[in-house]
């Protein structure tokens, strides 16, 4: 890349290497923008008579380009690619969706000297026109080679990121007690009500249980007739793990459990299993208050009908002190 001042009629085409302003302090163009002829007249019409603009040399890339490709081959899903200005490009939510992100695709590609991504944590939920991502090049210009580098790590490794829809999922909820069940409903309604109007889900059925072995195991498998997105299960007490009431509901039904403890405070006994495909969560005390627990965490994934797995669980410990 080669910088060189030049005569403002003869600029068009050029790229700026500095930002230009009135003398009033208004900006009228960027650095890095490419001059057009209505530029030039705009220019001219300042007053000004030389323009420091910047030339591409052989075996290089424009930075708006670079950012561009590398931002078309890296996303996929509810997901779409601006330009924006200063050698960048913003992904943004087309509709409602959780954004996944390969992490070590992401360390590998901001490991590199040609392009700096950064994002939103994986499992995060979007709404529709939020950006999620904003990919950054060098300074004008990448090496050619560079950048085919990059663009062969993600065509190699897949989408670094992307956006699963959530499309106004229903979902089953249990409320169980071991007195009745109608005090645990009365106590997380209105909180389960805000949580899932957050992710903007909603309960297609609720019911409410005493904890006992029979009655848990029948509206567990109620509830999963009905085939909802997800089924949550607010309880007043903590589970003793998979032997508990909860756990042998589970069993019992054909359920796989998937993990049983989370590294997130709050939600620590968070406890996942899957029947067939509909995940099922329960997580004593995290409908008490609206404030984000583990349930925060897991739910958009879910919703978007991806299944967290054990390990994806384990690595929630990397900021899950939440409160």
Same mark, same amino acid.
């Given at each position: 890349?080669?910088?060189?001042?030049?005569?403002?009629?003869?600029?068009?085409?050029?790229?700026?290497?500095?930002?230009?302003?009135?003398?009033?302090?208004?900006?009228?163009?960027?650095?890095?923008?490419?001059?057009?002829?209505?530029?030039?007249?705009?220019?001219?019409?300042?007053?000004?008579?030389?323009?420091?603009?910047?030339?591409?040399?052989?075996?290089?890339?424009?930075?708006?380009?670079?950012?561009?490709?590398?931002?078309?081959?890296?996303?996929?899903?509810?997901?779409?690619?601006?330009?924006?200005?200063?050698?960048?490009?913003?992904?943004?939510?087309?509709?409602?969706?959780?954004?996944?992100?390969?992490?070590?695709?992401?360390?590998?590609?901001?490991?590199?000297?040609?392009?700096?991504?950064?994002?939103?944590?994986?499992?995060?939920?979007?709404?529709?026109?939020?950006?999620?991502?904003?990919?950054?090049?060098?300074?004008?210009?990448?090496?050619?080679?560079?950048?085919?580098?990059?663009?062969?790590?993600?065509?190699?490794?897949? $989408?670094? %990121?992307? #956006?699963? =829809?959530?499309? !106004?999922?229903? @979902?089953?909820? &249990?409320?169980?007690?071991?007195?009745? *069940?109608?005090?645990?409903?009365?106590?997380?309604?209105?909180?389960?009500?805000?949580?899932?109007?957050?992710?903007?889900?909603?309960?297609?059925?609720?019911?409410?249980?005493?904890?006992?072995?029979?009655?848990?195991?029948?509206?567990?498998?109620?509830?999963?007739?009905?085939?909802?997105?997800?089924?949550?299960?607010?309880?007043?007490?903590?589970?003793?793990?998979?032997?508990?009431?909860?756990?042998?509901?589970?069993?019992?039904?054909?359920?796989?459990?998937?993990?049983?403890?989370?590294?997130?405070?709050?939600?620590?006994?968070?406890?996942?299993?899957?029947?067939?495909?509909?995940?099922?969560?329960?997580?004593?005390?995290?409908?008490?208050?609206?404030?984000?627990?583990?349930?925060?965490?897991?739910?958009? $994934?879910? %919703?978007? #009908?991806? =299944?967290?797995? !054990?390990?994806? @669980?384990?690595? &929630?410990?990397?900021?899950?002190?939440? *409160?």
């Amino acid at each position: 890349m080669r910088a060189q001042s030049v005569d403002v009629r003869g600029s068009e085409g050029k790229v700026l290497c500095c930002a230009i302003f009135r003398a009033g302090g208004r900006k009228l163009l960027s650095r890095g923008h490419m001059l057009k002829q209505d530029d030039v007249r705009l220019l001219e019409g300042e007053g000004l008579e030389q323009v420091w603009v910047t030339e591409l040399e052989d075996g290089e890339v424009g930075e708006d380009e670079a950012v561009l490709q590398v931002a078309r081959e890296m996303a996929g899903g509810a997901l779409e690619v601006r330009r924006a200005a200063g050698g960048r490009a913003n992904l943004m939510a087309v509709e409602d969706c959780c954004v996944l992100v390969d992490e070590p695709s992401l360390r590998r590609l901001n490991g590199s000297s040609t392009m700096v991504v950064a994002t939103v944590s994986s499992f995060a939920y979007a709404r529709a026109g939020q950006r999620v991502a904003s990919v950054k090049s060098a300074p004008f210009a990448v090496g050619r080679e560079g950048l085919e580098a990059v663009l062969a790590l993600l065509r190699e490794r897949g $989408p670094v %990121l992307q #956006g699963r =829809p959530i499309r !106004r999922p229903v @979902v089953g909820v &249990l409320y169980s007690d071991p007195i009745t *069940g109608e005090r645990a409903k009365h106590l997380f309604e209105g909180v389960m009500r805000q949580r899932l109007e957050r992710f903007g889900a909603s309960a297609s059925c609720a019911l409410a249980v005493t904890e006992e072995d029979d009655s848990v195991i029948r509206a567990l498998s109620h509830l999963l007739r009905r085939r909802p997105a997800a089924v949550l299960i607010a309880s007043t007490t903590a589970p003793a793990g998979p032997e508990d009431v909860v756990g042998r509901a589970l069993a019992s039904l054909g359920c796989r459990l998937e993990r049983f403890l989370a590294p997130v405070e709050p939600g620590s006994l968070l406890l996942l299993a899957y029947k067939d495909a509909i995940p099922i969560v329960s997580a004593p005390g995290c409908y008490r208050s609206a404030k984000p627990n583990v349930v925060d965490l897991v739910l958009p $994934p879910l %919703l978007a #009908g991806y =299944p967290v797995s !054990r390990w994806e @669980v384990a690595a &929630l410990g990397h900021g899950g002190l939440m *409160g």
